[in-house]
Structures are given as structure tokens and as C-alpha cells.
């Protein structure tokens, strides 16, 4: 079952402008991460933010964790054309051993140019 | 290219075949996951290995479903008499000792059950 939402499902947006993209999820967690997946290709890691941080950035990414709330975000600033892709978020979650990734739905980015 | 590999890319079967998928994944890693992914949704954990022992299943691997990881290096996911349902792409991932949280995954194989 998916652990998180991400809000909005789909966002275009124009090259330069900024992209805000929102996760909720359900359980406690240890971390976040925010993953990205090119069309059809597998996921490349982007960040991640531990639960005693508030914010995170790398580069051009800027990542917000409100664990009272139990939610993230992550803006993208200055966006690009080859920033179109979806972007998901994922939080640790223990099964016995494994260390598995719970993902949300995921947000469909679109930068036009 | 050190990154996880997997193969096929594309697989289109028949309801009723069986089909064997394989991850190669980044040498020095000793962990290694499999997880399956429908259209428009995030990918859902299948099952973990830790070098060639398999430690985790979830619920969504049916008694359909094999994964081997013999020597602790590649793996392999089997799928033995396809369903319509079983249609998705399969992702592999792995990681290692440090950074552990950070999952590097390869590109995914397509599986097309017609």
C-alpha cells in the first residue's frame, strides 16, 4: 500500500519558475527521501531529510519536513526543461530487516520551454 | 556503467508463460531489492535481499513468484504462469553498508502480459 500522497498529481509549469510539490504520509518515520523517474526509466535519488530536520537543500532543490503534520515538500527553483519528470517521496520503513522504501504516488512535472 | 542493470528491458508474454527477469546490481552493494510498479503509481516493495540470503517478502509476492540471489551478487525474479495483472514494471535496487537509506535503482524491465 502507498505510505504517502503527493499533491498536486500533475504540475506544468514554465522554464524558470518554481515547482512545489507536497507529500503527505501516514506513520511515523525515520527519514524522507524525494526520488525522481524519467518516463519509463528507473529512479534516481534526489534528497533526503531526517526526521529532526526542517529543511534540506541541494542545489536547485529545496526539501520542508513538518513531522506534526506528517508532511513534506520539495521546490524546485529556476526549473528547467530537463527537470520534467515525476517526482516521488519515500519513507523508510522497517519490515523485519529490510529497510524498505514506502512511495508515494508521485507528482507528473511538466516544464515547458 | 557501474550503476544496477537489469534485463530484459521489455518483456511481452503470453497469460499462462513464465518469464525470469534479472538485476545486476552495483558491485560492492550487499543489498538488494525488488519492487513493482503500475502505471501512474510509485513503486511497491516486493522483496529484499541481504547478500544472498532473502530476509523479506511482502504480501504482494505470490506463491507465482520466485526470487533468487545466489551467489550474492545478481538476482533473478521469476514469474511462472503470467496473469494480466502481473503487467508492470519491475525495478531492482540496491544499496550498501553506509548511506544505506539511499536506494540506487536500475531502469526497470517492462513485463506486457497479453
Known amino acids: 500500500s502507498q505510505q504517502g500522497e503527493e499533491d498536486p498529481q500533475a504540475l506544468s509549469i514554465q522554464e524558470g519558475e518554481n515547482a512545489t510539490m507536497n507529500c503527505s504520509y501516514k506513520?511515523?518515520?525515520?527519514?524522507l527521501q524525494w526520488y525522481r523517474q524519467n518516463s519509463g526509466r528507473g529512479l534516481v535519488h534526489l534528497i533526503l531529510i531526517r526526521s529532526n530536520e526542517r529543511e534540506k537543500h541541494s542545489g536547485r532543490l529545496r526539501v520542508t519536513l513538518d513531522t506534526s503534520k506528517k508532511s513534506s515538500s520539495l521546490l524546485i527553483t529556476a526549473s528547467r526543461a530537463a527537470d520534467t519528470a515525476s517526482y516521488f517521496c519515500a519513507t523508510t520503513t522497517f519490515s523485519g530487516s529490510a529497510r524498505q522504501l514506502t512511495f508515494g504516488s508521485g507528482t507528473q512535472l511538466t516544464v515547458l520551454p | 556503467d557501474t550503476g544496477v542493470s537489469q534485463d530484459p528491458r521489455h518483456k511481452i508474454t503470453k497469460r499462462g508463460q513464465n518469464v525470469t527477469f534479472r538485476c545486476d546490481p552495483i558491485s560492492e552493494h550487499n543489498r538488494l531489492y525488488w519492487y513493482r510498479q503500475t502505471l501512474g503509481q510509485g513503486p511497491e516493495f516486493l522483496t529484499y535481499?541481504?547478500?544472498?540470503?532473502?530476509?523479506?517478502k511482502s504480501r504482494l509476492l505470490s506463491d507465482r513468484f520466485s526470487a533468487e540471489r545466489p551467489k550474492g551478487s545478481f538476482s533473478t525474479l521469476e514469474i511462472q504462469r503470467t496473469e494480466q495483472g502481473d503487467s508492470a514494471m519491475y525495478l531492482c535496487a540496491s544499496t550498501g553498508d553506509t548511506r544505506f537509506y539511499e536506494q540506487y535503482f536500475g531502469p526497470g524491465t517492462r513485463l506486457t502480459v497479453t
Open positions: 506513520t511515523s518515520i525515520n527519514n
Open positions: 535481499f541481504q547478500n544472498e540470503a532473502q530476509l523479506e
